[in-house]
């Protein structure tokens, strides 16, 4: 049998606490909203002036159109403003500073990196190939986001990253997103909404409805003297955490790709947008999006999540529907499979199932394929992102959790037409911790969400310790060769 060489290649993305965006930050009662904002109010026009300066000398070079982000946090509290026509922009922006905190995105750790190619390769060298590489980033109170790379690797193998710049900026959330009815409806109902004033409340919209739409309609359901009751009231709200569970933003093509960062949005990932495993999906009249599921936690709970992207600008953010949607680590596979997508899931927090639909956004009937076997998986073990092709299987690369809960990566091949046949998997792990790699936040963990091909070397960007991100590759051949030798 073919050796399985594994190159480590010479460089680590390590987390940075340099890299900074600036949240709103908000008192949780009124009556301290308009103290703070009273004080404003005892200011002259002069210490108005002069304060404002010393937030722009002090801050104004960390962030990109400070002074828009400013007017956007005061824009939060301006219900709380007794007249706010009569105040001048120097005082708002003052206003919004006192609303607004810096936070550190990547303090804590740059990790769990998946990598799918550049959709422009207009600048790839002869050869080579351009990359997008997504990875999560943890700081202040273990809140995760979704940060990007972008590099290039070269067709004698060497891989190299753009230069990350020190400015972080998040999207602007589309104000008015557009839904889906029946999937609106199905996730409802699942969430165990099946009063009749709920189907009232959305059968007079089309089939696809905006948020605006959707308030009218509430709001007049609203009025009924019949409607106010606890269910309604709970229905209600479990409308509006849905509608605001999917949202579109939107990133300024001026910025470069280390620029754009996903931030939680919504109430159901307040606490952070976990491990996205993206992946290049090319449907069957050949368009191309770029696809991720992720795990969205809201300090309590957690749920997975869809993002859909054609450029890396503007994104789509999805709940999934179907009683397959549970738990973490759902991989979309690449294309359909004899008509219908795949996905890859751990429902039961042990096994590798699969399930099959027509519809990327519902998914149910989930089946194993693969239970632990090996030591080293014996706990539990899982995918690290989608599937890839090749001519011989679906090469799936896993995660298995062992002794000492030490995490190794494997790797499964399965049939192309029949992803539920398991073709072969390592007996041992492709790759595990090594000196250098066993301290961080979470020891003795590697962990990837997203390799791909480049001609016939597999790139294995991969975390270490749940701390920083390195990037290992080895040629396909033999690891092909090891997976069907276990057949």
């Not at 609203?222 to 209600?236: E, G, T, Y």
């Not at 595990?432 to 597999?458: F, I, K, Q």
Request: with cysteine; charged share 25%; glycine share 6%.
């Amino acid at each position: 049998m073919n050796k399985i060489l594994l190159k480590r290649h010479p460089f680590k993305l390590l987390p940075s606490d340099k890299r900074v965006i600036l949240r709103s930050f908000l008192p949780g009662r009124s009556e301290l909203i308009k103290a703070i904002i009273e004080r404003v109010d005892m200011l002259d026009d002069e210490e108005v002036e002069s304060q404002l300066a010393v937030v722009r000398r002090d801050f104004g070079k960390r962030h990109y159109h400070i002074d828009a982000q400013l007017m956007r946090h005061y824009e939060l509290v301006r219900r709380h403003i007794r007249n706010p026509g009569a105040l001048s922009d120097p005082r708002k922006f003052l206003i919004g500073a006192l609303f607004s905190g810096e936070y550190a995105l990547e303090s804590a750790a740059l990790f769990n990196p998946s990598m799918v190619a550049h959709p422009n390769q207009d600048d790839a060298p002869e050869g080579g190939l351009r990359f997008i590489m997504s990875l999560r980033a943890t700081g202040e109170g273990h809140i995760s986001s979704i940060e990007f790379r972008a590099g290039t690797i070269e067709a004698s193998g060497k891989i190299s990253l753009d230069k990350v710049s020190r400015y972080v900026s998040p999207p602007e959330v589309i104000p008015d997103p557009t839904y889906h009815k029946p999937s609106f409806i199905l996730k409802l109902g699942e969430m165990g909404l099946h009063h009749g004033f709920v189907i009232d409340a959305l059968k007079e919209l089309p089939e696809h409805f905006t948020l605006g739409e959707l308030e009218r309609n509430l709001t007049a359901m609203s009025r009924k003297p019949h409607a106010r009751s606890h269910h309604f009231d709970r229905a209600l709200e479990f409308i509006k955490w849905l509608a605001d569970s999917n949202y579109d933003i939107q990133f300024s093509d001026q910025l470069a790709v280390s620029e754009r960062i996903i931030f939680p949005v919504s109430l159901n990932e307040a606490k952070g947008i976990e491990d996205a495993r993206f992946v290049r999906f090319t449907e069957d009249d050949g368009t191309v999006t770029y696809n991720a599921t992720y795990t969205a936690y809201n300090g309590h709970n957690i749920l997975p999540q869809f993002i859909r992207t054609k450029d890396f600008l503007h994104f789509s953010i999805l709940t999934l529907n179907g009683d397959g949607v549970q738990n973490k680590g759902m991989a979309l596979f690449p294309r359909r499979i004899n008509g219908r997508y795949a996905m890859l899931s751990r429902q039961d927090d042990e096994n590798l199932l699969i399930m099959f639909s027509h519809s990327p956004h519902h998914w149910s009937n989930p089946q194993v394929i693969l239970r632990p076997e090996q030591p080293w998986e014996c706990v539990k073990i899982g995918n690290c992102g989608s599937p890839i092709e090749t001519e011989a299987g679906w090469l799936v690369v896993t995660h298995g959790v062992g002794p000492m809960r030490e995490y190794s990566i494997g790797a499964v091949l399965l049939d192309l037409d029949d992803p539920t046949r398991v073709i072969g998997r390592l007996s041992k792990p492709l790759l595990s911790a090594e000196a250098g790699e066993r301290e961080g936040y979470v020891p003795n963990v590697v962990y990837t969400c997203g390799a791909m091909l480049h001609g016939e070397t597999l790139i294995l960007p991969y975390a270490i310790s749940d701390r920083a991100t390195v990037i290992a590759t080895t040629p396909l051949g033999p690891l092909l060769a090891a997976l069907q030798a276990k057949a």
